[in-house]
């Protein structure tokens, strides 16, 4: 399965990338980043959210699974997370992308497609930060399918 994690905007700071990097070189998995643009901001938020949904929905095929971060989504333990890959190999979904949006949050109708609405925890948190977070808890989420003693569950 191929996993993308998708987000609206660059990546700026050195240190989440690099961190980004540590756990995309440590997993056997096949995980792409790729930046949405930003909507320009003289358009609303309502128009921008639409507009950087368009951007998610060109990474979407029939054998995709969208997986939303959003701070009203459901707040996973790790193993929770690694079921959703488990649950995503036993259905062979091809395609699983992680949706991380921009300055004004998702789209409402693409939060609506989603497969699962995820968050951790009900902060707001930098989108740099999220993309380093996720990174993780998929690495987590290989190491807890693969028996790795890496997730010790505590």
Known sequence: MQIT???????????????????????RWDITIKEIPDAPSNMTADARRARE?????????????????????????????A??????????????????GGQDGLDPALIKAAHTTIAF????WPHQLLRAMLMEQIYRAYTITIGHPYHVGH
């Open 83 to 100: 079921t959703l890959f488990k649950n995503a190999q036993r259905d062979a979904v091809k395609h699983a992308v992680f949706a991380i």
């Open 5 to 27: 994690i998708a987000a609206v905007g660059r990546a700026k700071h050195k240190p989440e990338a690099e961190l980004i990097a540590h756990y995309l070189k440590q997993t």
């Open 121 to 124: 925890g009900a902060a707001t």
């Open 53 to 81: 949904a368009e951007g998610f929905q060109k990474l979407l095929t029939p054998q995709s699974r969208l997986f939303v971060m959003d701070s009203t989504g459901k707040s996973l333990t790790s193993d929770a997370f």
